[in-house]
């Protein structure tokens, strides 16, 4: 039983992990919008500034996908691990 309660909580350990990992990288991407904006302020007619800001944004969605993922399979490990209880 002991052993069971360890693979659920390495299981709920990764996956815990993998939601810090998207917030760390939704932080990063946030920085990288906000510099992109700032060049498309300087010149708004940049097209590559404009393919930065559809790369980044496309970016920002995936990430925020995987978030979403993570904190969904991290609460279903913790909701079974506390009925294993």
């Known amino acids: 039983m002991f052993s069971k309660l360890n693979a ?4 709920c350990q990764k996956y815990k992990q993998q939601v810090n990992k998207a917030k760390e990288t939704l932080a990063f991407i ?3 919008l906000y510099q992109i904006r700032l060049k498309l302020q300087k010149d708004s007619n940049n097209a590559v500034f404009h393919q930065e800001l559809k790369n980044t944004t496309l970016d920002m969605t ?3 996908n995987e978030l ?8 279903q490990c913790i909701n079974k691990h506390s009925s294993v209880k």
């Open 62 to 64: 995936i990430t925020l």
């Open 68 to 75: 979403e993922h993570s904190q969904n399979a991290f609460e």
């Open 30 to 32: 946030e920085e990288q």
């Open 8 to 11: 659920m909580e390495d299981n």
